[in-house]
């Protein structure tokens, strides 16, 4: 099992471009996450989904979008990329809740994204 | 606003020493608190979790002592080694499996 796994590892924007950061899980989990970590604020979710075709908001939304067509894959969208959006991105993954198993969020390796 | 607030920001320990991380949350709702533990450029790992129903659990070194009627919980980390300097996060589980994380705590393990 690769776990989860994310692409690309590190990129640079201008301002003003648009990207999509990749995040495929291969355990079959459920329920799939995005956080972004800033230094010194932890991590803060943006969006999470609880299977295919359902995403919703986290705490930090704005400015980015989901989709999830498939169990294995969640990509992250940044349309219009600003400086307040650089960050490290991780992508994470869990079992359903109710499933017996404790509720373990497995991460990926993060996306560095800068922005200028 | 769902809030888990952590301390200290950092720390430093001698080797050998005891480490304490403390969190505190607001929601009586909550029903799971892991301790993630984070390396330089790598993704947060899951160390150690409590349920709210247990006071103490223990994992080798790691021990997470659990007060519910303070609503805080707390991280030890007994004969603290160089290889344990990391950031850690505390967390609580909230619905739909989300998680509030504290900021975190620079942990740094002196030889």
């Known amino acids: 099992n690769a776990g989860v796994t994310q692409t690309p590892k590190f990129r640079i924007l201008k301002i003003g471009q648009s990207m999509t950061l990749q995040c495929t899980q291969d355990?079959?989990?459920?329920?799939m996450y995005w956080y972004r970590q800033d230094p010194g604020m932890g991590l803060k979710l943006i969006y999470y989904?609880?299977?295919?075709?359902?995403?919703d908001k986290g705490e930090v939304p704005n400015g980015y979008n989901v989709s999830r067509s498939t169990t294995e894959d969640f990509p992250l969208r940044l349309e219009l990329a600003a400086p307040s959006q650089t960050s490290v991105y991780f992508c994470?993954?869990?079992?359903?809740?109710?499933?017996?198993?404790?509720?373990?969020?497995?991460f990926g390796p993060g996306t560095r994204l800068l922005v200028l | 606003q769902q809030q888990v607030k952590q301390s200290p920001q950092s720390l430093i320990v001698q080797k050998g020493g005891i480490s304490i991380i403390n969190c505190a949350y607001e929601?009586?709702?909550?029903?799971?608190f892991p301790w993630y533990q984070q390396f330089p450029g790598k993704g947060p790992a899951l160390l150690i979790a409590?349920?709210?129903?247990?006071s103490e659990k223990k994992e080798g070194r790691f021990t997470i002592s659990f007060n519910k009627s303070a609503k805080q919980f707390s991280l030890h980390i007994m004969d603290s080694q160089p290889g344990d300097s990391a950031t850690y996060f505390c967390?609580?589980?909230?619905?739909?499996?989300?998680?509030?994380f504290g900021k975190g705590t620079m942990l740094l393990v002196s030889p």
């Open positions: 409590i349920r709210p129903d247990v």
């Open positions: 355990m079959n989990h459920n329920y």
């Open positions: 929601n009586t709702a909550f029903d799971y």
């Open positions: 994470a993954s869990s079992y359903s809740p109710g499933s017996g198993i404790q509720e373990t969020q497995y």
């Open positions: 989904s609880v299977g295919a075709g359902i995403t």
């Open positions: 967390a609580a589980h909230g619905g739909y499996s989300t998680l509030t």
